[in-house]
Every structure is written in C-alpha cells, then in structure tokens.
C-alpha cells in the first residue's frame, strides 16, 4: 500500500498562486495519480490527473489554463501548481489514483480563496 497525505493549502486572495504537495510514504514509480477536491455541500470531483510517466495530463474544465500537475519520482510526490486562483476553488484537495480508491483518502489540504 501507498500511503498519501496532502499539503500546501491555505488562505490566499483572488488571482493568487499556491501549490499543493501529495507525498506518497512509497515509491509512485509506474503509478498514475490524481487531484481532487470537495468544496461545502458539493461531491468530491477530479481535478487533474497525471499518467505514470507524467507524459499525458489531463484537468476538469474549471481549471484548465490556471492548474498544472506534475510529479516528482525520485521524491515520490505530485504537485498541483494552483494559479490565478478564484473564490469558487475554494475546497479541500485531495490526492487519489485517476480512478480512486476509498482506502487511500486522506485528510486532504484546505483551500481558502478571498474575493
């Protein structure tokens, strides 16, 4: 098993930048990996996800443009590089596998974005 935990959340303004971290406690090697996020009231939805290689990506509609997703092997991390950011992705963020599985949630990192 892969343990995931997700880090890089917080408080910013409209039309700024964070990026969120997803650290894998193993190697990520041969693994395709993802971005979600739940905001109040809503379901979780996918956000990016990334092959294995990191050769192919792929965003929901809301974000393309603004977010990019990328992966670090050797440090068994993804990243979320969040720009331009907007009061309605205010969420919190989660990492899973493109098609995810329940016992790989984890606590997720918050995303506060001020108008």
């Known amino acids: 098993q892969v343990q995931l935990v997700e880090s890089g959340g917080g408080l910013v303004q409209a039309g700024g930048s964070l990026r969120l971290s997803c650290a894998a406690s193993?190697?990520?090697?041969?693994?395709?990996l993802a971005w979600y996020r739940q905001a109040p009231g809503k379901q979780r939805e996918l956000v990016a996800r990334?092959?294995?290689?990191?050769?192919?990506?792929q965003y929901s509609d809301s974000v393309t443009g603004r977010f990019t997703i990328s992966r670090d092997n050797a440090k068994n991390t993804v990243y979320l590089q969040m720009n331009s950011l907007k009061p309605e992705d205010t969420a919190v963020y989660y990492c899973?596998?493109?098609?995810?599985?329940?016992?790989?949630w984890g606590q997720g990192t918050q995303v506060t974005v001020s108008s």
């Open positions: 899973n596998f493109p098609f995810p599985r329940s016992d790989y």
């Open positions: 193993g190697s990520i090697f041969g693994i395709g």
């Open positions: 990334i092959s294995s290689s990191g050769g192919v990506t």
